[in-house]
């Protein structure tokens, strides 16, 4: 790494929340398609709708406390190699990411509470159930637009990751810039 920032990481709880919300992701991504195209019993496909709304409030409570860890802890310094358009383009990007990763699993929320179904949300089997958003009971046309907002946004969501990948293996070919260090742990 070259310029100011280097040997600077993240703060280690923003690191575990980060690989934790990736390979959250990568489960959501897989049970959302899967769930919704494959050829698998209702009964089975319930299964995994319940374990998808499960794990898309697990998913929020790991994004809200993403969120506050990095509003209350330092960030790694902008780095002196990149141009300020680069460093802001980088801010925007992480910004997107923040709002797609919020906006997925609230409109999840809000499609499950306007399902004509009305099926509960169980989190860690019967631990938690989850409430619906009020007054939106059974309102299919709510459920209709959060449907959209929630597909739409997976579909922002997975071309921000590419985004973010691709600028990681950018950096690292065209100014020799591992960024991979700011988000792993190390002992600098």
């Known amino acids: ?16 929340l980060h690989w934790s919300i990736v390979l959250g992701l990568m489960f959501m991504f ?20 319940q374990i998808h709304k499960a794990s898309g409030v697990i998913m929020l409570w790991a994004i809200l406390l993403r ?4 509003i209350f802890t330092k960030a790694p310094a902008a780095l002196d190699a990149l141009t300020p ?5 980088a801010k ?20 499950v509470s306007a399902s004509p179904f009305g099926l509960p949300t169980l989190v860690f089997v019967d ?12 309102n299919k046309a709510i459920e209709t637009i959060a449907n959209n907002v929630h ?23 065209k100014h020799k810039i591992n ?6 742990w190390s002992k600098q």
């Open 1 to 16: 790494m070259s310029g100011a920032g280097q040997g600077n990481r993240y703060h280690s709880l923003s690191i575990l």
């Open 30 to 49: 897989a049970s959302g398609l899967y769930m919704v195209y494959a050829d698998i019993s209702r009964a089975d496909q319930f299964r995994l709708f």
């Open 92 to 111: 925007l990007g992480h910004t997107a990411l923040y709002i797609a990763l919020i906006t997925m699993p609230l409109s999840g929320w809000l499609m």
């Open 85 to 89: 358009t680069e460093n802001l383009q």
């Open 127 to 138: 631990w938690i159930n989850w409430p619906h958003v009020p007054g939106v009971a059974r």
């Open 179 to 184: 960024l991979l260090k700011r988000m792993w």
């Open 151 to 173: 597909w739409i946004t997976a579909i922002s969501l997975a071309t921000l990751i590419l985004g973010h990948i691709s600028a990681v293996v950018w950096h690292k070919k």
């Open 67 to 70: 969120i506050g860890v990095r």
